[in-house]
C-alpha cells in the first residue's frame, strides 16, 4: 500500500522526476544523483528518502512508459493479426529500452536481480508480451518454442547494440527484423 506523501513531499517527488528525466536525456542512466538532487532543490537525502537506490530512480522515471507499453499490449491483443501486433509490440519495446542512454543495461541487469525496483518492471511486461506470443503461436505464425523471456532479452540486446551505435539509427530496427525472420513457422 502507497502511503500518502504531504504536499511538499510530493513535490518534492515530483521535482525529482522531473529533473531526473532532465538529467538522464542529457547524460544517461549514470547521471549523477548528486546532480540530480541539486537541480531539484533538495538535498540528497531527500532524494534516498523517495527513492532508495538509482533503479527505484529509474523506475520511477519510467512508469509512464511501462504504462503505455502495457496499454499498447492490450490493444494489439485485439489485432486482426497476431504476428504483426507481436512484432509492433517488440519494436515499442526496443524503442522504450533506447529512450535513455544507460536504459537498455539496466533492465537487462534488472531482469536477474529480484531485488532491483526495475525488476517490477518485467513481470507485467513478461505476461503482456506472452498474452500477444500465444495468440501469434497458436494462428501458426510463431514456432512453439519461442518464449517470451527471450524476445525480452533479445529487445534489450537489441536497445543495448543500437544505443552503442548511435550514428545509426536504422540498426534497433534491421536487428529486429533480422531476428524476427527466425520466428516465423517453417
Known amino acids: ?18 529533473e531526473a528525466r532532465a538529467a538522464f536525456s542529457e547524460h544517461g542512466t549514470d547521471a549523477a ?22 533503479h527505484a530512480l529509474m523506475h520511477a522515471v519510467f512508469e509512464e512508459g511501462l504504462a ?15 504476428c ?18 544507460g536504459l537498455a543495461q539496466g533492465l537487462m541487469s534488472a531482469s536477474h536481480d529480484r531485488s532491483s525496483a526495475l525488476h517490477q518492471c518485467n513481470a507485467p511486461l513478461r505476461e503482456a508480451g506472452r498474452r500477444l506470443l500465444v495468440r501469434a503461436v497458436d494462428a501458426g505464425a510463431v514456432r512453439p518454442d519461442v518464449s517470451i523471456d527471450d524476445l525480452l532479452r533479445l529487445t534489450q540486446a537489441i536497445a543495448l547494440a543500437a544505443e552503442q551505435s548511435p550514428d545509426d539509427p536504422e540498426l534497433a530496427d534491421r536487428l529486429l527484423l533480422l531476428t524476427l525472420r527466425g520466428l516465423k513457422a517453417p
Do not use: C, K
Request: no cysteine; glycine share 6%; charged share 35%.
Open 1 to 18: 500500500m502507497e502511503r500518502t506523501l504531504r504536499a511538499d513531499a510530493r513535490r518534492n517527488r515530483e521535482r525529482l522526476l522531473r
Open 33 to 54: 544523483l548528486e546532480d540530480v538532487a541539486r537541480r531539484a532543490g533538495v538535498g540528497i537525502g531527500t532524494l534516498y528518502r523517495h527513492f532508495p537506490n538509482r
Open 68 to 82: 503505455a507499453l502495457l496499454e499498447r499490449s492490450r490493444e494489439l491483443a485485439r489485432a486482426e493479426h497476431p
Open 84 to 101: 504483426a501486433a507481436l512484432v509492433e509490440w517488440l519494436r515499442a519495446i526496443v524503442t522504450h529500452a533506447g529512450e535513455y542512454q
